[in-house]
């Protein structure tokens, strides 16, 4: 779906992508992950043409995207930013409004996708009229996102979205994001530096360094087959708690019903519930992952 091929980009004479190539493939949601600096917004910019490489070649369905009108890409591609980028001025519903009727929906279609998206967002709907300083940062953070859903991109970038929120809220949010249907069927590059986040939302990391990438792969793939010491160290002092992210309970345990659920959520929900709706429990848990750690 996306391909990116030898990108460079320098500012003046530092260069913040060193020759990167990746692929995002149909539907799978790769992060960019990195300490600051190393190039991860320059990387995802240069898919909507906010940014453009110096020398190198995005691909979008096969097509090379600086053959495309800017305008007209970008309304392919959703885009979310960290501060939400919502206008002062605009209530929230003028706010999501805006590319809409810019391709011209009637109003009766733009009210009833926006009454949707506010239902699979939580979002109470009297926040319609509001303006975004009268709403919370996590409240401020799903219009953003229903705002880039409107008019259901196949492509949505998201600049780290969970940045500008306290810890719970985030906590809380990601886990809401990474269940919703209409991003699960999209294509999402998402830029984070913070590695929890990383293993809870992506499919593929694409861990980066100084404007290169040193390593794409699964989150099982970094934790348990690092390409060299940049990337070992990089995750060594969260360790135990990535391993429980990364491992699912099917490769534990075969057979096990979810082949999706990683032995870190279904800790949670036992801890949480107290109980366990089917037949695995805590120590199971604890025994097949040790005995999966020794192999
Ligand atoms: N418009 C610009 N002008 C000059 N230098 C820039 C510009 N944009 C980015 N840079 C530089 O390019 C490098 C990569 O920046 P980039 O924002 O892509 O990194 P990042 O990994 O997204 O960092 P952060 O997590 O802090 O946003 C940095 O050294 C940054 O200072």
Known sequence: MIKAENLIRKFGNSIAVNDISFEVKEGENLILLGTSGCGKTT??????????????????????????QPEELRRGIGYV????????HYTVAENIAIVPRLLKWKNEDIRKRADELFQKLNLDPVLADKYPAALSGGQQQRVGLARSLMVNPPVL?????????????RISIRKEFKALDELIKKTVVMVTHDVQEAFEMGDRICLMDKGE?????????????????????????????????????????PGYSDQKVTVWEKMEELLQTGHNEDAVGMEDLMRAFSAYKKQ
């Open 157 to 169: 970038l998201m600049d780290e979205p969970f940045g500008a929120l306290d810890n719970l809220t």
């Open 213 to 253: 990438i040193k390593q794409i792969g699964t989150p099982e793939d970094l934790l348990f087959n690092p390409a060299n010491d940049f990337v070992a160290d990089f995750f060594k002092e969260q360790r135990l708690q990535l391993e429980l992210k990364s491992v699912l309970i099917a490769e534990l345990l």
């Open 43 to 68: 990387t995802l910019r240069m898919i909507n043409r906010l940014i453009a490489p110096d020398s190198g070649t995005i691909f979008l369905d096969g097509v090379d995207i600086s053959t495309r």
């Open 81 to 88: 930013l960290q501060n939400h980028g919502l206008f002062p």
